[in-house]
């Protein structure tokens, strides 16, 4: 079967650089991606990995090490905006993503 | 690119009436749509994988009579919620999964999600 962890709440301030961690334990594995959702809307895509290193695109980079089986979401110069729950996934066979149950991130002033 | 729609956004009916929601992939071919749902502060918990011309495939404890799901075209899934009662009054989102996009086959763009309501 497929698991995720991710922490659940993660708090940081304006301007600030925060990192989101998730482990997964995979039966086969694929790549891990990541996704934010706000309050009362629906996930966004953000980032997928299949190969170790480091994955950049804007503010947002994504991490993977395949030998660790961890990953993380790093958000720099944090914006009232990025307030959000972000969700790890990775695919789980048939084209179905397993989810982890999300890190909610409050922005703070 | 890979944009979903979801039809309608939210929808109150009453306890009973069966409810229809649409879900469609604009500028891709989605060969598989996943239908979810959730429920405040949780996690998203898929219901069912449906690909297009075949029989939708649910999760353990989903039932298929009351959740039906069809596959019609690679651009529409629709999801009727049978009978609705109280208890299902939730967040129901789908994704879509295909080729066409930036991300790899297994990538799920989501659409916007209806909101249930059910009196």
């Known amino acids: 079967g497929q698991s995720l962890e991710q922490p659940s709440e993660v708090t940081a301030v304006e301007g600030a650089i925060v990192q989101i961690n998730c482990t997964y334990q995979?039966?086969?594995?694929?790549?891990l991606s990541w996704y934010q959702q706000h309050d009362g809307g629906a996930p966004t895509f953000l980032s997928y990995n299949a190969l170790d290193g480091l994955e950049e695109t804007g503010r947002f980079s994504s991490f993977l090490s395949r030998s660790d089986s961890y990953g993380y979401l790093l958000l720099q110069e944090l914006q009232m905006k990025d307030s959000a729950s972000y969700f790890c996934a990775v695919p789980s066979g048939a084209g179905k993503s397993t989810f982890g149950d999300g890190t909610t991130l409050t922005v703070k002033p | 690119g890979a944009v979903v729609s979801q039809h309608p956004s939210w929808v109150i009916c009453k306890s009973g009436t069966s409810v229809k929601i649409e879900c469609r992939s604009l500028d891709f071919q989605a060969t598989t749509m996943f239908w979810y749902r959730q429920f405040p502060k949780q996690s998203l918990m898929l219901m069912a994988t449906?690909?297009?011309?075949?029989?939708?495939?649910?999760e353990q404890g989903v039932e298929k009579d009351k959740f039906l799901i069809n596959h019609a075209s690679l651009t529409l899934s629709t999801l009727t919620v049978t009978s609705a009662h109280p208890e299902d009054s939730s967040f129901y989102i789908c994704?879509?999964?295909?080729?066409?996009?930036?991300?790899?086959?297994?990538?799920?763009?989501f659409g916007p999600g209806t909101r249930l309501t059910v009196l």
């Open positions: 449906s690909n297009e011309g075949s029989k939708a495939t649910y």
């Open positions: 994704s879509a999964s295909g080729t066409g996009t930036s991300g790899s086959t297994d990538t799920q763009y």
């Open positions: 995979t039966s086969g594995f694929y790549g």
